[in-house]
């Protein structure tokens, strides 16, 4: 059973930044991949950034390219989200999620077998 820690979440006016983290309790994520996905109020979920731990390759969805960039602390086990250039409709919860078959997926919230809690992300105008 792998758990995952997130942190980093809270309020932020538009066009700010911030940066979110998840802590895996997993001996190694070199076989995983990562990503992260998010949920806003009467939406369905959304694949948001991905990352494969071995060969650090990633996917970002059309909506935050150039914004968001996700990345990997192999030593720690951490995966981050930095959120640049902030916007109203980045608010939403932002889940940590896993899978043990090195599959990048943005598109297929369920081929991610382990959840974070979620952390909400508000952007005010």
């Known amino acids: 059973q792998v758990q995952l820690a997130e942190s980093g979440g809270g309020l932020v006016q538009a066009g700010g930044s911030l940066r979110l983290s998840c802590a895996a309790s997993v001996r190694t994520f070199s076989n995983y991949a990562a990503g992260w996905l998010r949920q806003a109020p009467g939406r369905e979920r959304e694949g948001v950034s991905c990352l494969v731990f071995r060969d650090g390759r990633t996917e970002d969805a059309d909506s935050v390219k150039g914004r968001f960039s996700i990345s990997r602390n192999n030593a720690e086990n951490t995966v981050y989200l930095q959120m640049n250039g902030l916007k109203t409709e980045d608010t939403a919860v932002y889940y940590c999620?896993?899978?043990?078959?090195?599959?990048?997926?943005?598109?297929?919230?369920?081929?991610?077998?382990?959840w974070g809690q979620g952390t909400q992300v508000t952007v005010s105008s």
């Open positions: 999620a896993v899978n043990p078959y090195r599959l990048c997926v943005l598109s297929d919230p369920q081929v991610y077998d382990y």
